[in-house]
């Protein structure tokens, strides 16, 4: 502890420079650091109003690449992704969507996916939204959806609800081939 005392008094930040160097935390935040402790006044942020700056463009950042990794893993993906709110509307939906029902994006952000569902499905479906409004998990929920051309899909959900922010995070998989190759 006295050596740590002495360090400080010296202003030696050889062992703080090092262990900067050895994390794991971005270049950019370690940079960051290492100009907050120069020892020469003009190397440093000349105030507090640049270290903010220069973080929240560092978190801008960050936010935009987790955006953009979030969009590269919906659009990736051979299943159907979606983002819905529990009053029953899609509120982001992957492209496999439009692949596989035909319809564009403002139509399926536009109507209540009720809207969808085939009619002897609904019921069942209703359902299954009261067990996601309560937070409850679904696995492997199948209903049929009705595609732009008029025929019918069968997709398997799994989807999980935040009730608190009103929002469904769910994903299908086209099971239509799958159950006509079984039967």
Known sequence: MIDVC???AQGDLSLTYQKLSECEADGVLIRLAR???APEMDLRPAHAGIVAKELTMYLESMLQRAETDLKQF???SLDLFCIAGLDGYFRRVNSNFFRVLGYNEKSLLSRPFLDFVHPD???DTIRVMGQLLEGRPVVQFQNRYQTEFGSW?????????IPEEGVIFAVARD???QLRKAD
């Open 121 to 123: 499905d609904r019921v």
């Open 35 to 37: 100009n907050c402790l």
């Open 175 to 177: 099971v239509t081939e």
């Open 6 to 8: 002495f360090r400080a």
């Open 74 to 76: 919906f659009d990736l």
């Open 153 to 161: 899909r069968r997709f398997e959900w799994t989807a999980k609800s």
